[in-house]
RNA sequence: GGCCCUAUCGUCUAACGGUUAGGACGGAGGCUUUUCAAGCCUUAAAUCCGGGUUCGAUUCCCGGUAGGGUCACCA
């Protein structure tokens, strides 16, 4: 069943996600983090974060804070926390092991380059042909020669990169490395030091990049943006990590739609992607969609209150729920539909609008289109301002539109009441409006004719 | 440039030697409708090229080509 399993005793999978703090969270990041975690779920093991905060001068806790932001809001929970700026005495040993071995040396540079060390601590290269297995890749050779006597250590308290990986994927008991493509090319040289601690690798999984558009790997200066973004652009994470979780695997059959706790049980390393993924924004906002409409009418106003003007009472906006959920791709959209000029902004105030607008393209007639209003208009007076609703209005309106045609009494009533051509449809808005409101927009638009 | 990885519609992908090369996003058209969306229906759109292997290649092999990654005292 489970033939991939292999490195820890107990056949426990661990697995590990190790980004460095020198940037923010973007979805390339993500999506790695995603694959790691949901293997550990899928077979009971553990989910490690570790932070890769060597390099003093570029890591920023800004960025750390950001990535735990980002995993939190993401729904991704891990099972241990390391930041490997608190384990320079762990390396320091490591370090002094492989020294003693012969497997690393105190190295005098000669002519200084600017800014480096006087001395550093190199790997001794065995030149060796180094292979492994991928899990996606299938196997990889490649001749370490050519890599040279590398640097592992600036000093004896100031390890680099491909040292600290090794020690704490070995230390913290990691079975599989989950990680970018960018870093196959690493990875012989992490086996070297694997062998001179006389230690076996972990099984490797190297999952093809994230792209941008023009299908360079995603990065922040073309065009990724932070998973946080999405989270204040009013995205479900739900739908966010069921996107992401389909660049680059996806089910045996056809679904898209795929919750979580079904991803995790159909997971599968076999089943990912050799060619990078361009991150599709349109698709996302798809998604999206697809979630948004699976909630009910509370769970989807709880979401979008937030992003609606302050200005909009609480009975107003849960009137306004079924006119935001089918325009809005996200809660943000409620904001821009609703502001003053949105399609949704007539709520807050009635737009100043061209009388002329008021005119049925078919059948231009200001006398007719007057008389359509105040027949609407006396309609509405026999309708409860307690149970003004959209049915209940539609039902006052609808015999006399049906008898005198639909387009030349409906389009005055809407834009009587929200002056302008892009709104719901009469009747949703006047709800919205409430009786009173209703009854005064369409005074003026009477007299506006007149 | 060296080394490594990859290659099906514009995009995400299915087809693990035999299919009219399928689905989804986006596009186009239509229906519905008082507008715009949404929804429903229809439609255009792909196997990088060349050799093999085979009765038969999207699929296997080799070679090109193209794209990407990586070549730090970053991770």
Known sequence: MKKDVKGSPAGRVVTRFAPSPTGYFHAGSYRTALFSCIYARQHGGSFILRIEDTDKERSKKEYEKNIVDSLEWMGLSYDAFYRQSERTEIYRRYIQRLIDSGHAYVSKEAGGKEGGREEVIRFRNPGRTVAFDDLIRGHIEFDTAELGDFVIAKSMDEPVFHLVVVVDDREMGITHIIRGEDHISNTPRQILIYEAL???????????????????????????????????????????????????????????????????????????????????????????????????????????????????????????????????????????????????????????????????????????????????????????????????VKAAVWPYAEAKGRGDVLWPFRIALTGQERSPDPFASAAVLGKEETMARIRAAIAQLG
């Not at 302050?310 to 409620?334: G, T």
């Open 198 to 392: 006389g230690a076996t690798p972990p099984a490797y999984a190297h999952i093809p990049l994230l792209l941008a558009a023009d299908r360079s790997k995603l990065s922040k200066r073309n065009g990724a943006k932070p998973v946080t973004a999405y989270r204040d652009e009013g995205y479900l994470p739900e739908a966010v990590v069921n996107y992401m979780a389909l660049l680059g695997w996806h089910p045996a059959d056809d679904r898209e739609v795929v919750p979580f706790g079904d991803i995790v049980k159909e997971f599968s390393l076999e089943r990912v992607q050799k060619s990078g993924a361009i991150f599709d924004e349109e698709k996302l906002a798809w998604f999206n969609r697809q979630y948004l409409q699976r909630l009910d009418d509370g769970a989807f106003l709880a979401g979008a209150r937030p992003f609606m003007p302050a200005s909009i009472a609480e009975d107003a906006a849960v009137r306004l729920v079924p006119l935001l959920r089918e325009k809005a791709r996200c809660y943000a959209d409620a904001a821009r539909l609703l502001a003053p000029g949105g399609e949704l902004g007539f709520a807050a105030a009635l737009p100043a609008y061209d009388p002329e607008m008021l005119l049925w393209k078919k059948a231009p007639d200001k006398a007719a289109a007057a008389a359509h209003l105040a027949a609407v208009k006396a309609a509405l007076e026999a309708v409860p301002a307690a149970g003004f609703s959209a049915d209940a």
